[in-house]
């Protein structure tokens, strides 16, 4: 099987690579690579070159320079694209702060910014997907993933899945703060959990080792919750008033006014930092003198890159270290595996994932992508039954899943007042006025670029 994977010249690439060269099942015959940078793929190329030294039998890597080159007998497609480069994310960040509100990847005024640029390219490669490649699946990990999900859903229906690496990041953190042995993670369904809401908003609402539930317990203990990073994040006493894990990423929401006061205070956004860290690093690498050396200094990228992970929201709660275990790097290659066995084994394998709702809260469209808990066999992932979601965590997801929408719809149909609906409906975002000057402060930038 065939596994293509677009933005090939991704930084964290080698983690798949890794995790295919680790895959006992041997499920992958070739990966493709495919990028718009000629010199990020070929430097990414070099380093898989490095992780295949050695092993017995390693997983035959190709270049392709055009994108249907890259799709044409493809059994997955892993599409993790970044439209506009770390250039555009220090733009979606710094625009929404220069009008004091927060400016993010994937939430708030930035991750509107950013889905506006990035969803036309997505239905793009959807349409292409469905011309060259129809039976394949695609594994979509563009950034905003729900926002890209649902786009490309539209064309592809359910053969896109959306992935995330935070929930699953999370289900694990509690579970070993709760005392759960890691080999109760076998695959036998000994561990169970209830957990939804949208990509980087959701809950973790239950969590069962053997049918006993551990979450009562869990949200009790001052010292197993400071353990963790999402317990440490958002502090036992508000956790307790939750009654649930949030996701990290509500932090942005919850403690919002922390937040954009830490990065406020800091002299460089996230997006800053990745472009002078990644920039660096291929520059060097470029020049490392074969593949050991572009491994080695890939690795030691690596490493800085998880250990400076979501830095402004810990210094907001306090200021702490990750924890060792959480600096391996990936996750999402490790789900992107696993969906790829569960699909091509046909095993019924439960993944938190991102799919069509159905029925899953009936309070959105049967369309609307939601991450939940899914089932998935050959035909695909199928959304679980979960139970009814309180009134702030529903009514929280409703006005961001109209923000989603609405920012499908703007790039879809250039509807400008779809854009200015998308922005200043968003959660973060405190005045329609502010939206507004955000939107026309993005479309000179873009003037600017196209000139």
Not at 109 to 120: C, E, F, H, I, N
Not at 160 to 179: F, T
Not at 227 to 233: A, D, H, I, Q
Request: charged share 25%; glycine share 12%; with cysteine.
């Amino acid at each position: 099987m065939r596994l293509t994977i677009l933005g090939g010249g991704g930084f964290r690439v080698p983690l798949v690579y890794r995790a295919l060269l680790d895959d006992p099942a041997h499920s992958v015959s070739e990966v493709v690579l495919h990028d718009t940078d000629p010199r990020r793929v070929a430097v990414i190329a070099e380093v898989l070159t490095r992780l295949a030294q050695g092993h017995p039998a390693p997983v035959p890597v190709r270049v392709a320079e055009g994108l249907d080159e890259a799709l044409a007998g493809a059994g997955f497609v892993f599409s993790a694209i970044r439209v506009g480069g770390t250039a555009g994310r220090i733009r979606d960040e710094r625009i929404p702060l220069s009008e004091g509100v927060l400016g993010q990847e994937t939430v708030g005024a930035g991750g509107v910014l950013y889905g506006l640029r990035t969803v036309p390219v997505a239905l793009h490669i959807a349409e292409r997907v469905a011309a060259l490649a129809p039976e394949a699946w695609v594994i979509n990990f563009t950034n905003p993933a729900g926002t890209v999900t649902e786009a490309m859903s539209q064309v592809l229906g359910d053969r896109v899945i959306g992935i995330c690496d935070s929930p699953v990041g999370l289900v694990r953190r509690a579970a070993r703060a709760a005392g759960v042995d890691p080999a109760a993670f076998d695959g036998t369904g000994r561990v169970g959990y209830d957990y939804v809401g949208l990509n980087h908003l959701g809950w973790l609402r239950s969590l069962t080792l053997d049918g006993n539930e551990l979450l009562p317990g869990l949200l009790a203990d001052d010292a197993a919750l400071g353990s963790f990073e999402e317990g440490r994040l958002f502090g036992a006493e508000w956790l307790r008033t939750l009654g649930a894990l949030p996701n990290e990423y509500l932090h942005y929401y919850y403690f919002r006014r922390e937040t954009l006061g830490s990065v406020r205070e800091t002299t460089e956004t996230r997006g800053e930092f990745l472009d002078q860290q990644q920039g660096g690093f291929f520059e060097r690498a470029a020049s490392a003198g074969g593949p050991k050396g572009a491994y080695e200094l890939w690795e030691r990228t690596r490493l800085e890159r998880e250990e400076t992970y979501m830095a402004h929201s810990r210094e907001a709660s306090g200021g702490w270290q990750r924890d060792s275990h959480d600096l391996e790097g990936g996750g999402y290659d490790r789900v992107a595996l696993a969906l790829m066995h569960a699909i091509v084994g046909d095993s019924g394998t439960r993944l938190i994932l991102n799919v069509r709702n159905g029925t899953t809260v009936p309070q959105l469209a049967p369309d609307a992508i939601v991450e939940t808990v899914c089932e998935v066999t050959s035909q695909g992932a199928g959304p679980l039954p979960c139970a009814p979601l309180r009134e702030d965590q529903l009514g929280l997801m409703l006005q961001v899943k109209a923000v989603e929408r609405a920012t499908v719809e703007a790039a879809v149909y250039k509807d400008r007042d779809a854009a200015l609906r998308a922005l200043a409906l968003h959660p973060l975002v405190d005045s329609p006025a502010v939206a507004a000057r955000i939107l026309e402060r993005a479309a000179e930038e873009a003037r600017r670029d196209a000139a």
